[in-house]
């Protein structure tokens, strides 16, 4: 087997599009006959990916795996952090639950542990992949925390592998914040990056050339590539970092008007995004109600903290609109937000909340929900009734709880491949609640959502909508075509090699 070469991506501030490259990265490497695996070795994210074996990592990681065409395992994030309030966040390792901590217990108590979590998992791929590509996470110069860090230069070490240090030029200040993060690198640091990236860029690269001379020249370190701005690109976010760039405005262009909840812990708000793709579709992402408007479609998303999330709906108002909007509009809660739709929610062993009991919605008055200390994460598949309609759908569940009826005979919407049944649906089909996440990924049922809304809205159907992993794979190839484009791949692919041939000590033949 041939010698595994990795490269880690790092970034001078969160959402510099550490991820993005790393996508990219491992579709090109890929097509170019390489066995390819992406790694993070600790993400926090409220976005989650299930694995073929039932366990949960970063979505961004599972996305990455995706454009590497190898199937997605916990080598590749052997840790995930879900924030969940009030300094608390839920610690998941290989895909289960390990325990709820706050930030300094982490710290303190967890670190060597997460060290040999680490460093195993990345053996594990480096013994079966030629190329890994790492990424980092925030930034390595983040001083007040780098002595006993997870994600950055500790990895880079223990990998040995060279650091490429990506910089957001969209934001401004690109090369300060590029020579500031080098300038507070310890030495040793220092040495490992081997060049620098700038993202997001937007205008006339030979006004950029100055700066670019004079980088290169104060740091001694090239620019291997200017990346543009690539706009619609249909590749599924990291966190919710990248909800601040989501509209609240409605497009007159558009004849369908969605609303996403954004209430404060939402996860896997991903689950919108083929609806966003659609044509004749509008999709806002609305955290007050002055941005809720009279939507055809409320959809009341994953969240991490359920009860805390339901009490927000309450007192930001929120609550009553969606039961005023209920009575005209289509409404459908996923996960979490199926389970507000419910006449109570408790949490007995306050597994995500303080709060042991809170209301719910009360749209589906039989059903209420107890969140229990043990998570369900599985890939799930099964036929959703919609109307006339009895089609095949596929997702994935992620939920601590278990929702109930006091009547054994409801409304399912979907029974599961194993005879269980998931979910609740209206018999006007109005009122939708499921467990299956990416359910929206499902080409038949999204169309036959969408078209129906069209109905009711007094407009004919409409056909010709787009195939959701026909998207996906085409935005996988239209971001490597454009990096390769702007990225000199050669002369990455020299500095890698002499980077490793140092570290190695090896000399070049």
Same mark, same amino acid.
């Given at each position: ?19 993005? &490259? ?35 990592? %970063? ?7 995706? *454009? ?5 395992? /916990? ?24 325990? #709820? ?8 108590? @967890? ?14 791929? *480096? ?8 990424? %980092? ?14 994600? #950055? ?7 040995? *592998? ?48 100055? %700066? ?18 690539? !706009? =619609?690109? =249909? ?33 896997? @708000? /991903? ?7 659609? !044509? ?32 927000? &709906?309450?007192?930001? %108002? ?71 309609? =009895? ?53 038949? @049922? ?35 075509? /454009? ?24 000399? *070049?033949?």
């Amino acid at each position: 087997m041939a010698e595994c070469l990795p490269v880690m991506i790092q970034g001078t501030h969160s959402d510099a599009g550490k991820s993005i &490259l790393v996508t990219a990265l491992c579709r090109i490497y890929a097509d170019e006959g390489y066995r390819t695996a992406p790694f993070k070795s600790q993400n926090m994210a409220l976005n989650s990916y299930i694995t073929t074996d039932g366990k949960e990592i %970063g979505r961004a990681q599972g996305v990455q795996a995706e *454009a590497a065409g190898t199937p997605a395992t /916990t080598w590749m994030n052997p840790i995930l952090i879900k924030p969940s309030g009030d300094h608390n966040s839920q610690i998941v390792v290989h895909g289960k639950p390990f325990k #709820n901590m706050k930030a300094g217990e982490y710290r303190e108590d @967890f670190y060597e542990k997460g060290l040999k979590l680490i460093e195993e998992s990345y053996n594990r791929l *480096a013994a079966e992949f030629e190329r890994i590509v790492i990424e %980092g996470a925030g930034s390595p110069a983040e001083i007040n925390l780098n002595d006993r860090e997870l994600v #950055n230069m500790s990895v880079a070490k223990m990998a040995k *592998a060279p650091v490429v240090l990506v910089g957001d030029i969209d934001k401004g200040g690109v090369f300060a914040s590029l020579a500031g993060t080098l300038q507070l690198l310890e030495p040793e640091d220092r040495k490992r990056v081997i060049g620098v990236i700038i993202n997001k860029f937007r205008g006339d690269r030979e006004l950029l050339e100055p %700066g670019l001379d004079w980088f290169e020249k104060y740091t001694g370190l090239p620019v291997l590539g200017v990346i543009p701005h690539i !706009p =619609n690109l =249909n590749i599924e976010a990291e966190d919710s970092l990248a909800l601040e760039h989501q509209t609240v405005a409605g497009e007159v262009d558009k004849e369908i008007d969605i609303a996403v909840i954004c209430y404060p812990r939402v996860s896997n @708000f /991903t689950d919108a995004d083929p609806l966003v793709k659609e !044509p004749d579709c509008q999709v806002r992402f609305v955290r007050t109600i002055n941005e809720l408007g009279k939507p055809d479609l409320v959809i009341l998303p994953g969240s991490k903290n359920t009860l805390s999330d339901m009490q927000w &709906l309450q007192t930001s %108002g929120m609550a009553e609109q969606v039961m005023l909007l209920a009575e005209t509009a289509c409404v459908i809660g996923i996960c979490g937000g199926y389970q507000m739709l419910g006449r109570q929610l408790e949490d007995p062993d306050e597994v995500e909340s303080s709060s042991k009991r809170i209301t719910g919605l009360g749209l589906i008055k039989e059903m209420s929900t107890v969140l229990l200390k043990s998570k369900k994460t599985v890939l799930s598949r099964g036929k959703a009734r919609y109307g006339k309609h =009895n089609m095949p759908v596929s997702g994935y569940e992620i939920h601590m709880g278990i929702s109930s009826y006091t009547s054994k005979e409801n409304d399912f919407f979907i029974e599961l491949d194993s005879g269980e049944k998931d979910g609740y649906i209206s018999p006007d089909g109005r009122l939708i609640g499921t467990y299956f996440h990416g359910i929206f990924e499902n080409d038949q @049922f999204r169309s036959i959502l969408v078209n129906e809304l069209r109905q009711a809205k007094g407009l004919p159907p409409f056909y010709s909508r787009p195939a959701y992993n026909q998207i996906k794979e085409e935005a996988f190839s239209r971001l490597a075509e /454009t990096v390769k484009t702007h990225l000199n791949m050669d002369l990455l692919e020299e500095e890698i090699t002499k980077y490793q041939m140092k570290v190695r000590g090896r000399t *070049a033949k």
